[in-house]
C-alpha cells in the first residue's frame, strides 16, 4: 500500500523570508490521473483541512491508480493570522483583501504581494500538474452546504458524485483576465474541478467533515483510483443556478412578520421542512407575544437564521434580532 510522502512548497516574501507549506502526496505507483485536494484558502475555513487528514489515511490503504496531493493548509500564512486574508483585521470584511483573496489569484505571482508569491508557490510545485481538483471552502452558518461546479463535461460528472444536497452551477468565467479561481484555472484549460463550501467558517464539524470526505472519495472513486461504488446521497440533489426565473420559482423566503428576537426550532440548514411546518418564533420586542414562523412550502432549508452581511466576519450581525421584514429562511424546492 502506498504511504504518504510529506512535502513542503517553499514560498519567498517580501521581506526576503520564507514559508514553507507542508502537503502529502501519494502515489498510487500507476498510471492514472492526478487530484489536488485543497482547503483553507482562506484561513478561517478549516472544515477542509480534517477532510483532507482523513482522506489521507483512506488513500493510504485504497489507493488503486494515479495520484493525489493534498494541501490542507494552502494559505498557511492566513491560517496562523485566524483570518480569511493575511491583510484583515478584527472584523474586516472579505471583500477588504486589497490583493490578498488567494481563492481570486490564481495562478499567482513570484514577484507580486506575500499572497501572491504563496500563491504561486503552490502553482508550480503542487497545482499545475494536476488533472483533477477539488477546492474546500466555508462560508457563514446561515447558508447550506453546497457544491459549486460549471454545468458542463467533467465538473457536471464531478458534482453529481459530490454527495452535497445542494448544487449551485455556474456560468463560465469571464475570459480573458488575467485573475481566477482554481475551479476557472483547471476548467478553461478542459480539466474537472469542482468546489464545496462546507458550511460553517471557523469550526471542524464531525458532520461535515463526513460530508467533505465521502465527497473526496466519490471523486477518487469516478476517476477510477479507488475502487467500489460511488455513495449517493440519500434523496434528491437541489441544483439551481442554470435558470434564474425557474428558481425564482422553487426558492421560498420567509421574512419576518414582525420585530423581535428570533429563535430557531432546532434547525439546521440543508435540513428537510415541509410546507406549515414551524421553523422557530419570534419574541416581539413590543408586546412580548410569540408569533411563530411557519414554512411556506415543502423543500430543504438552503438558508437559515437571522443574519446580515459580513455574519462571516464579524459578531453584531449574527445577533438573533430581527427587523420586520428581514429574511429568515429560504426554502428550496426540489
Ligand atoms: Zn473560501
Redesign the pocket.
Known amino acids: 500500500m502506498p504511504d504518504a510522502q510529506l512535502n513542503h512548497t517553499v514560498a519567498t516574501l517580501t521581506d526576503g523570508s520564507e514559508v514553507r507549506i507542508p502537503w502529502w502526496r501519494i502515489d498510487s505507483g500507476h498510471d492514472g490521473e492526478t487530484l489536488l485536494v485543497i482547503a483553507a484558502?482562506?484561513g478561517n475555513?478549516v472544515q477542509g483541512c480534517e477532510v483532507i487528514r482523513r482522506f489521507k489515511e483512506l488513500c493510504e490503504s485504497e489507493l488503486v491508480a494515479g495520484e493525489v496531493r493534498l494541501v490542507p493548509f494552502a494559505n498557511l500564512p492566513a491560517v496562523r493570522h485566524r483570518r480569511?486574508h493575511i491583510n484583515l483585521g478584527p472584523e474586516q470584511p472579505y471583500g477588504d483583501h486589497e490583493g490578498h483573496n488567494m481563492?481570486r489569484g490564481w495562478p499567482g505571482d513570484a514577484d507580486g504581494n506575500d499572497t501572491e508569491r504563496v500563491t504561486h508557490a503552490l502553482h508550480e510545485g503542487i497545482v499545475r500538474d494536476c488533472t483533477r481538483a477539488l477546492d474546500l471552502?466555508?462560508w457563514s452558518r446561515f447558508t447550506a452546504t453546497c457544491t459549486l461546479a460549471r454545468d458542463e463535461g467533467l465538473s457536471r460528472e464531478m458534482a453529481l458524485v459530490s454527495g452535497i444536497r445542494f448544487i449551485n452551477w455556474r456560468s463560465l468565467g469571464a475570459t480573458g483576465t488575467s485573475v481566477s479561481t482554481i475551479g476557472t484555472l483547471f476548467n478553461d484549460s478542459g480539466r474537472g474541478s469542482i468546489t464545496i463550501e462546507l458550511a460553517p467558517q471557523w469550526v471542524i464539524r464531525q458532520k461535515e467533515v463526513a460530508l467533505g470526505l465521502r465527497a473526496a472519495t466519490n471523486l477518487a472513486k469516478l476517476a477510477g483510483m479507488i475502487e467500489g461504488e460511488v455513495e449517493q446521497i440519500d434523496g434528491p440533489y437541489v441544483e439551481f443556478g442554470r435558470d434564474s426565473e425557474a428558481d425564482a420559482a422553487r426558492k421560498h423566503p420567509l421574512h419576518a412578520p414582525c420585530s423581535g428576537l428570533f429563535v430557531e426550532a432546532g434547525l439546521e440548514t440543508s435540513d428537510h421542512v415541509t410546507e406549515g411546518l414551524c421553523i422557530g418564533h419570534i419574541i416581539r420586542d413590543d408586546n412580548l407575544e410569540t408569533v411563530e414562523v411557519i414554512s411556506p412550502a415543502d423543500g430543504w432549508l438552503y438558508q437559515f437564521g437571522c443574519y446580515r452581511p459580513d455574519c462571516d466576519v464579524a459578531l453584531p450581525p449574527q445577533h438573533p434580532y430581527a427587523s420586520e421584514g428581514d429574511a429568515l429562511a429560504f426554502v428550496m424546492e426540489e
Open positions: 484558502q482562506h475555513e480569511s481563492n471552502h466555508s
